[in-house]
């Protein structure tokens, strides 16, 4: 299955600053998944990124606040904007793995907003 | 609606024990896959099994073991001999166009 690394893995900053996460995958994929995990809660997920298109958001998620890059099939970024502290959470990445149709995430980034 | 419901927010054994955490879902799709996933303290989610609607055959690997049922719209998941690494939040979760939709979860904290 595919191997995502994502970076940084946590990070402590300023509210009204903004932060960029980086997912790299170690192998070509259509759909790369942003997802937001509250704490103490769920995973929700933010946006579908898509390769040489803007990316889908979900309901209560806005491109303002999270804009999404997607460069290739094997890259993307999502950026945390403007932050305030109820944006404290861990942000993961994932993508599907064709070869048993698991869905791998990346090792999260932890955000505290202070 | 489409969503997973985990019922039990917190369970506590000793180890040793065996424990059963309990998923129930809701979906309109005849065709859907089920996933459980394993979250330790240090955040990363482990993939654990997928499952998909047609085959019901129960799956046991090592201590871990899952039981699907269609008609109670359940995929439940069994620890035997519980060990304090199976510390650990689960989720459970369904697939909905290409996207996973989790369940709450389930903390489990083994004590030695």
């Known amino acids: 299955s595919a191997v995502i690394s994502q970076k940084p893995s946590r990070d402590i900053c300023q509210r009204g600053t903004s932060l960029t996460i980086q997912c790299q995958v170690d192998s070509q994929v259509t759909m790369m998944f942003w997802y937001r995990q509250q704490p103490g809660q769920s995973l929700t997920l933010i946006a579908t990124a898509n390769q040489g298109s803007e990316a889908t958001y979900e309901s209560g998620f806005v491109i303002d606040k999270f804009p999404i890059s997607r460069p290739n099939l094997t890259f993307s970024t999502l950026t945390v904007s403007n932050m305030s502290p109820e944006d404290s959470s861990i942000y993961l990445c994932?993508?599907?793995?064709?070869?048993?149709?698991?869905?791998?995430f990346g090792s999260g980034t932890r955000l505290t907003v202070v | 609606a489409q969503k997973v419901t985990q019922a039990q927010t917190e369970i506590s054994v000793v180890e040793k024990e065996d424990v059963t955490l309990d998923c129930v879902y809701e979906t309109r799709d005849t065709t859907y896959y089920l996933f459980w996933y394993k979250q330790p303290p240090s955040g990363e989610l482990v993939f654990l099994i997928r499952r998909n609607s047609f085959d019901e055959q129960n799956e046991i690997s090592g201590r871990y073991s899952w039981n699907f049922q269609k008609s109670t719209s359940s995929f439940n998941f069994t620890i035997t001999a519980s060990q304090v690494v199976d510390s650990a939040v689960y989720f459970c979760?369904?697939?909905?166009?290409?996207?996973?939709?989790f369940g709450t979860g389930t903390l489990l904290a083994v004590q030695p």
């Open positions: 979760a369904l697939i909905l166009r290409n996207k996973l939709i």
């Open positions: 994932s993508t599907s793995s064709m070869s048993n149709y698991g869905y791998t």
